[in-house]
């Protein structure tokens, strides 16, 4: 009797080491784009709509979810990144699970298990618990119903399913059915049509479900706008020269600093000699899904790291072959190969990263003025202490009739004593000269609820925009705001030289 | 074996030599105008560390004295000696790689990609003096790698390290490669101190005659004194965590931004290879030696603490050489793979390989020809200062227009290309001014900088050209200068403001009554 394989009990303290290397995850702070994501889950949580109650530009279903964990737990950064934590070990074990049986040798897996939490940690903040991070199991999963290759109906729901969720989190991942697509026209002896076309229909019926609930609400218009504002948002940065150049630099010092130069070392490593017959064919289809994946990074031309990492855990799998050929073919020793070697995996790798990590993490409990001031700094989002300082603000006023005005990053609002209500994580939604006339109003009504708003003077992204000014130039360049601030607001304060305070005249 | 045996030997080679030739296009960066006010005052009789004060050996200066009797302040001949240098330099190393019977593929790949890798360092960081080491570098790692020795090798090993350190003091640890590379070779303990010595004592002989001017002239205590200041800088920055993580920094941003991934990992891939067990590679001692000099030239990239490209391109020779090596082993094992996978590859290939900036150089020789130098030359920028030689520009036709007198004196720090365009020859001692203006410079400095002023009819003073690498602080010339009372109050006094060019170039001109 053939006995389903199970995973190498040895495996358990990778496991442990995994969690170890994820540990400081859960010290990071609020990231800009996990505050949209908490924003939008707390407005749905507690009972407002998606697209009538809560604007952005992300599929509902990381809405949904942030809703659900808001549910649990409330707006508690630190129970969402425990989420994270959790998730990504699922993700570790369902791997190390299913490449066991693919029959990967048990070495591989543990070598994934180290290097991939490692991969993962590093990228610090902004970097994680982002759509693409939330896809990482129905990628594999996807992947790996295709290359086991039963072609049963059942596999194909499967892959539909955890298609769908993909795209469902965001719908470029959904390049990967013409990984699927190569691989049914170039390995399948008989092709039966009905399966993949089953399987798209089952991936779109799950994309469809997620949009159910506005559906039923008849939010859809409000779906509709928010398209037709990201199509504006898509075309920058327009395509061009400049764009090449850019997206050559941000990726050469990403791979470079953040992947790091010895787990490109040995993907390459990996590519070149792994020669297996029975994984030539794994390692030429996570090739080709790495190259989907990294097309459709380029296509949307957004060059985030974030945006980048959903190749990792197809490139992991290749970082970890490449360690293990590395490890069973290098002749260590006290010569000049093994220093150079050696000296790369000490000084280009994630390790040092890694130990600043724990540094984090290890200010956050024992010296939270040093963290702060670590994610406090010049760079555009990296403002943590400013988003203390408001909400500290405000939260001395006792209104909870608050709105905020800026976008890039409204963290502040996870630092209130209350649930924020409105409805905009980023200003430029309903300031920019390109925002739908139903963002306006929406956004009007805010606007005449609020006893309190602040506007940021300093959020000037065209990227997000979509024209020049920040927040507060825009704003008070629409005449009829003007004069609705002017007749029924006073100006309180300027904090940290950037952050207007308006406050209700009383009536 | 002779190289050159088929067409493609030939194309290659001149594929790589038309790459190299794109640096005639470039424009005079901020090291090299200061290499040529150095070479320009020498030829009109100035004395070293008298009448020009520099951090480089005197030899860098005595040798563009000589560049300068040819060339004047023509840049384009400049470019061109360097581009005839570098093409020297690539048959020089075809030559060597091919007599040590390297890897026909890897050669030609060399003959193409150390062009590239050059030529896409851009016009600020080639024709420096490390890249002026290129030469007596191949021929030193030659002369100790040849088979056979012959009689003079040794004496010719000392010149050429001789000639390296009077480039530039650090690249003495050239020395110590050498010694490691002979351990390799597992050349006895006794033959190696033996060669050494012989190396450094003639070394230090070359030393000495190419210090001979400055020492006959007896001006070697004015060198001694200006040396023992410049330790300030290469004290700077200071040894810490920080240094650390901005060292780390900046050298994998050279080797995967610059250098490119693509190249890099090539040249790690035959580390990798060339320390595998059960695979026996040709020239495996070679390899190593080109490792031991990437090696340990690196290393001297990091004790000099400033992580700049231009320093850092001192490996190339050898860095370059490896990845060739790298580069036609993983060609070999891709050999059978489909042509579309091929393709592919290639793509990816090409979008992390110096290609893309190498096609971003090109634009050079176009915008040259349809737009003219000038205009094409003004819309580049050097480092941070935005776009300095558009200013540069602007400052030297004011003067050109504005005054009929040499004896302009430019106080700024960073950068003093437009001493090349002016009309006459630019005759004052200091290139950077925070050498004589940040608060640790010696007072004999500041009294020859104050002759320059009081000798001067027009002063030009520049307010942005903070480099805290220089003044050890925050502050500008204009700012520097301010604090300094008796030479302000001395420019008050005697100069009145005539105008700002560009914002940032405030010129002075002398009151008609002093």
Known sequence: MIQAPVIDKSLIKYFIIALVILLPTLAFPISSDLSVFMHGGSIIANGGGL?????????????????????????????????????????????????????????????????????????????????????????????????????????????????????????????????????????????????????????????????????????????????????????????????????????????????????????????????????????????IFILLLFGSVILERKINMYHVIRIYP????????????????????????????????????????????YKIAFDRVFNYESYVSYYTNDMPFTILGQHIEIADYINKKGDEKFLFMNTGGNQAVHYLDFDYRYKFPHSAFHLSPKAPLSYKKAFEEDLHDANIIAIDSSDDIFMIFLSEGSSYDLFFGEKEYNEYIDKNFTLDTVLMDRYFIYERKIK | MKYFQNKYDYLLLTLGILILSLTVFFPVSSDMATFIQGGMILKNGGALYVDYFDVKPPFVYYFFEFLYSMFGKNITLYRLFDFVYQTVFLLSSIYIFNKLEFNKTAIRLFSVLMPMAYVTLSFPSTFQVESLLFLPLIWYYYLESKSQTGKYDKLIKGVLLGIAINLKYTFGILLLADI?????????????????????????????????????SGNFHSFLDFFNYMKEYSNYPALGFSWLQETIKFGTSFFTEHYSIVLFLSALYIVFYVGSKNIEIENKKLIQGLIVFALILFVSVVIERKMLNYHEQRIFPFLVMLSSIGLSLIIKEMKGYRKTTIAIILFVVILFSPIPRLLNIMRFPVAVITKGGRAFYSTLTEGEEGQILKKHFAVADYINANTNTDKVLLINTGGNEMICYFDFDYKYSFPQSAFYLNERAPEYLKEKAFENIKDSEVIILQNNDQSHIMFFNDDTSLSSIQKNLLIWDYIVTNFKQDTIIEDNFIIYKRNPSN
């Open chain 1, 51 to 287: 697209f009538s109650d809560f604007y952005d530009i992300k599929p509902p279903l990381i809405y949904y979810l942030f809703a659900g964990i808001n549910s649990i737990f409330g707006d508690n950064v630190f129970a969402f990144r425990i989420f994270d934590l959790l998730y990504q070990m699922s993700f570790l074990v369902l791997t190390a699970y299913l490449l066991t049986k693919l029959e990967i040798k048990t070495k591989v897996i543990k070598a994934f298990l180290i290097l991939f939490p490692l991969s993962y940690t590093i990228l610090n903040y902004r970097d994680i618990f982002q759509t693409e991070s939330l896809a990482f199991i129905p990628l594999i999963l996807y992947f790996y119903y295709m290359i086991k290759n039963e072609d049963s109906y059942k596999h194909h729901i499967i892959m539909g399913v955890t298609l769908g969720i993909a795209l469902a989190f965001k719908y470029t991942l959904g390049i990967v059915f013409v990984g699927y697509l190569i691989y049914f026209f170039k390995e399948l002896k008989v092709r039966n049509y009905a399966k993949p076309v089953l399987h798209i229909t089952v991936a779109l019926f799950i994309v469809f479900l997620s949009f159910l609930p506005i559906i039923l609400r008849g939010d859809i218009s409000g779906f509709v706008e928010t398209n037709i504002y990201l199509a504006e948002y898509a075309k920058y940065p327009p395509i061009g020269i400049e764009l090449v150049k850019t997206i050559i630099n941000f990726l050469s010092y990403n791979f470079g600093t953040m992947t790091s130069i010895s787990y490109l070392f040995l993907f390459t490593v990996a590519i070149i000699l792994l020669k297996n017959k029975r994984l030539v064919q794994i390692k030429k289809y996570l090739l």
């Open chain 1, 314 to 357: 197809y490139m992991m799998i290749l970082v970890s072959f490449g360690l293990i050929i590395l490890i069973e073919r290098f002749r260590f020793g006290r010569n000049i190969s093994t220093f150079v070697i050696v000296s790369m995996f000490l000084i280009l790798s994630p390790l040092l990263r890694f130990v600043n990590t």
């Open chain 2, 180 to 216: 490691l590379y002979m351990l390799i070779q597992k050349k006895s303990i006794r033959s190696i101190i033996i060669q050494s010595v012989i190396q450094l004592i003639i070394a230090l002989a070359v030393t000495l005659l190419l210090f001979s001017p400055v020492l006959l």
